[in-house]
């Protein structure tokens, strides 16, 4: 038994060492071909209870509806229109608009055929990498902050409550799936995101009684496959148990009741239908270190100059810039983004 435990423990730490050198393409800078105003793409959407049996499906769809530059920021309005149909019962339908600044999701309105409508504006900080590459293990952390409201039709009451929710989350690169897509078996880049949702307290009246909902913290694990050349294809968001507490004040006496409204565990499932981009997605692959010697690196495989000064490599299967600086050569590493410089002596490029 002790021998067993110890070649697992060997296991385990070259499964690690072996993930942090793996170097993969960054799905952040592979997306393809952006979509046009007015062109839209369509998710599926199913969602599952913690026994994984069916609750609900129907389908997402969003149209850019106008994109411009407003003093150097892309402004984005997206309408996003969805139909979801309980099992057994009949279809509800959502239209909401959205607004993107840079890509950073800052607004949204929101109006359903369940009677109630949104508002909310949502600030956030941390965005991935924009590298070439990076390792299976990298991560970058986000905070949102979302404030608005929502109005809700009880019992021929327009109720409006106020909506307050901090996001706090951690993304990191697992590495590479091969995925059933409709082009057949593609090979994507997976991005796990472990989420934490606040969302306090509602308080209102209506003069006899004084209400409270008070939100449980929702956990959420959220795994999204990105194929080359085109982005999303998949989300899948686990959602553990949480739920509300509302809370009944008779105001003349103080008299307390509360009633629990809890939220079992739930598994949605977003995939790609259409689109009226173009898209053409390839495989995502390993990206094949040079041989190096401290802050150098060795070309020594064929390339194809047809870009010149932009070299393809295909040792790395990469580029390289070339630049003569009068009295040295200089190459700029498109995977890193680094600068190297040509040592005659040792036949290496050096980091500058």
Do not use: C
């Amino acid at each position: 038994m002790k021998k067993t435990k110890i070649i697992t423990k060997i296991l385990l730490i070259s499964l690690v060492l072996k993930s942090n050198a793996t170097v993969i393409e960054n799905p952040f800078v592979h997306e393809g071909e952006l979509l046009n105003v007015d062109g839209y793409s369509t998710l599926d959407y199913k969602k599952y209870d913690s026994s994984l049996v069916l609750e609900s499906s129907g389908s997402v769809r969003g149209t850019l509806v106008s994109k411009e530059n407003f003093y150097g920021e892309e402004i984005k309005v997206i309408k996003i229109n969805s139909t979801e149909t309980a099992t057994g019962e009949s279809p509800q339908a959502t239209e909401m608009y959205e607004v993107y600044i840079d890509d950073d999701f800052a607004f949204n309105n929101t109006v359903s055929s369940l009677k109630y409508s949104s508002t909310i504006l949502n600030r956030s900080v941390g965005k991935p990498p924009a590298t070439q590459t990076v390792k299976v293990g990298d991560y970058w952390e986000n905070i949102g902050y979302r404030t608005g409201f929502t109005e809700t039709d009880v019992q021929g009451v327009t109720l409006t409550l106020p909506i307050r929710a901090v996001i706090d989350s951690r993304s990191t690169f697992l590495g590479m799936e091969n995925i059933d897509t409709i082009w057949g078996t593609k090979t994507a880049v997976v991005v796990e995101t472990q989420s934490v949702i606040e969302m306090g307290n509602q308080e209102w009246n209506d003069g006899s009684y004084r209400y409270r909902n008070t939100f449980d913290d929702v956990h959420q694990k959220i795994k999204t496959y990105y194929l080359k050349k085109m982005g999303v294809y998949k989300i899948e968001t686990v959602s553990e148990p949480a739920g509300y507490t509302l809370t009944q004040t008779y105001v003349p006496s103080g008299y307390i009741q509360t009633y629990p409204f809890p939220s079992p565990k739930t598994t949605e499932i977003l995939t790609y239908e259409y689109s009226t981009r173009n898209l053409s997605p390839t495989n995502f692959s390993e990206v094949v270190e040079l041989p190096s010697s401290g802050n150098s690196i060795s070309l020594s495989s064929w390339t194809w100059n047809g870009g010149f000064p932009w070299i393809y490599n295909y040792s790395t299967d990469s580029w390289f810039y070339y630049h003569f600086t009068g009295n040295s050569y200089l190459t700029y590493d498109a995977r890193d983004g680094g600068w190297y410089a040509f040592n005659s002596n040792t036949n290496t490029w050096v980091s500058q």
